[in-house]
């Protein structure tokens, strides 16, 4: 069984950074794909960036630039770097394996005050 522990969330001021980290528990499969979602107060759940099984990464439209998404390369941990937050980033964001009907952790809560 995968378990995913997020890390790496806090309350931080428009224009600074966090790093995101997500821990990997049990055996994944070689085809699953890798993601962070996110899901903001009165929102659906949406995919902020996703890594594919040979490592292609992609991000939302309104991170592009500003979020960068990584992992170990025995596929460990993930992560993901936000750079140059804004208020509409606040959310509590989420590891996922496999897609939504895959391995989810609990969340971690990013708060972004103007």
């Known amino acids: 069984q995968v378990q995913l522990l997020e890390s790496g969330g806090g309350s931080v001021h428009a224009g600074e950074s966090l790093r995101l980290s997500c821990v990997v528990s049990?055996?994944?499969?070689?085809?699953?794909?890798m993601n962070w979602y996110r899901q903001a107060p009165g929102k659906p759940r949406e995919l902020v960036a996703l890594?594919?099984?040979?490592?292609?990464?992609d991000v939302l439209d309104a991170v592009r630039g500003r979020f960068t998404m990584s992992r170990d390369n025995d596929k460990t941990s993930l992560y993901l770097q936000m750079n140059n937050l804004k208020p509409q980033d606040t959310a509590v964001y989420y590891c996922?394996?496999?897609?939504?009907?895959?391995?989810w952790g609990r969340g971690t809560q990013v708060t972004v005050s103007s």
């Open positions: 890594m594919t099984p040979s490592g292609i990464t």
């Open positions: 996922n394996i496999g897609g939504r009907n895959g391995a």
């Open positions: 049990g055996t994944i499969s070689s085809t699953s794909a």
